[in-house]
């Protein structure tokens, strides 16, 4: 059996990964976004963080939430030059977005990897921009990901230690290529040891399917999945209600903060991720959703008309 690598013979053990071009595909992106948009009070009006130049045209990958509704971009390379950009595209679905620079960029493209072939225990180099050090770290977990705000992957990379400046952060694998884009920072607790602080990386094999309708529509060319506006948590095997987006569907339905999602069209849910497959099963946006709830101990029925989420955000204005 091979001895794995210690973490600090990662570079030695992988010839021909010139970390220095790689760290030169990471730009830091800095958005605007209109004080009355959707998302401003929930995501800010000013957003910073990272992206990965994936295209020798100045084209960037990034995670969405940077970008969303955003009114001006701008890419700061590594070395401090400040470049204008615009939002090209954005889905839901995956958490990707990319953005398009106006400019010469003159940053080398990094290749896309295949995430589906990452596996536990992969060395992987996890990097922002800003001229923050990058972080070596590994794969400390493949699993499916539910997210508050009716999200949801079937298989997340998590990568442990985690990076301070997660959002839109490249995750680099062993080859030198891009195998993720960093989301967010949770937490996780393995079967031994306590808590730890890991990254959720949106797997890279996510773009392929989708990249031409990003780039030709701005959004992927499909019926849009049904939109509740509604943010859940799970507590003790409930799923409680945390808050609703105003205006929304929820909202409209009258669903309020503390009630417990029990069932979708009298299939009970289990878990959140269930919760989310059962309304988005029902059919397209605009789909009306039965739903069981428990408030004060009571169960009532709510039905709720879907909507689609992008009717609700302003679009990516050409700067």
């Given at each position: 059996m091979t001895e794995k690598p210690r973490r600090d013979e990662w570079k030695a053990t992988r010839p021909g990964f010139d970390t220095a071009r790689a760290l030169r595909s990471i730009v830091t992106v800095q958005s605007s976004i209109p004080e009355d948009a959707f998302t401003a009070k929930?995501?800010?009006?000013?957003?910073?963080?990272?992206?990965?130049?994936?295209?020798?045209?100045?084209?960037?990958l990034t995670i969405g939430y940077l970008v969303t509704e955003a009114e001006t971009v701008w890419l700061a390379r590594a070395d401090g030059r400040v470049i204008h950009a615009h939002a090209l595209g954005i889905d839901?679905?995956?958490?990707?977005?990319?953005?398009?620079?106006?400019?010469?960029?003159?940053?080398?493209?990094?290749?896309?990897?295949?995430?589906?072939?990452?596996?536990?225990?992969?060395?992987?180099?996890?990097a922002?921009?800003?001229?923050?050090?990058?972080?070596?770290?590994?794969?400390?977990?493949?699993?499916?990901?539910?997210?508050?705000?009716?999200?949801?992957?079937?298989?997340?990379?998590?990568?442990?230690?985690?990076?301070?400046f997660w959002g839109g952060a490249g995750a680099i694998g062993a080859d030198g290529r891009l195998i993720g884009i960093g989301s967010l920072h949770v937490e996780q607790s393995p079967e031994r040891g306590g808590p730890r602080d890991v990254n959720m990386i949106v797997p890279i094999g996510l773009l392929p399917p989708i990249l031409d309708d990003l780039l030709t529509y701005g959004r992927v060319n499909k019926p849009a999945r049904p939109w509740l506006g509604v943010y859940s948590a799970q507590n003790e095997g409930e799923?409680?209600?945390?808050?609703?987006?105003?205006p929304g569907p929820a909202a409209n339905a009258?669903?309020?903060?503390?009630?417990?999602?029990?069932?979708?069209?009298?299939?009970e849910v289990t878990d959140l991720g269930d919760f989310y497959r059962k309304v988005w099963d029902l059919g397209e946006a605009g789909v009306e959703?039965?739903?069981?709830?428990?408030?004060?101990?009571?169960?009532?029925?709510?039905k709720i008309r879907s909507a689609d989420r992008a009717a609700f955000l302003k679009r990516p204005r050409l700067q």
């Open positions: 929930t995501l800010g009006e000013q957003r910073t963080g990272s992206g990965v130049v994936i295209g020798e045209n100045g084209l960037v839901s679905e995956s958490g990707f977005g990319l953005v398009q620079a106006l400019e010469p960029l003159d940053c080398p493209a990094l290749e896309l990897g295949r995430s589906d072939l990452a596996r536990l225990g992969d060395s992987i180099l996890v922002a921009g800003g001229g923050t050090k990058p972080v070596q770290a590994e794969i400390v977990g493949k699993q499916e990901f539910a997210g508050y705000w009716e999200y949801y992957l079937d298989e997340a990379i998590f990568t442990a230690p985690a990076h301070p799923i409680v209600v945390a808050a609703v987006s105003e009258g669903l309020r903060r503390g009630d417990i999602l029990a069932s979708v069209c009298g299939d959703v039965p739903i069981e709830i428990i408030r004060d101990g009571r169960a009532l029925g709510v």
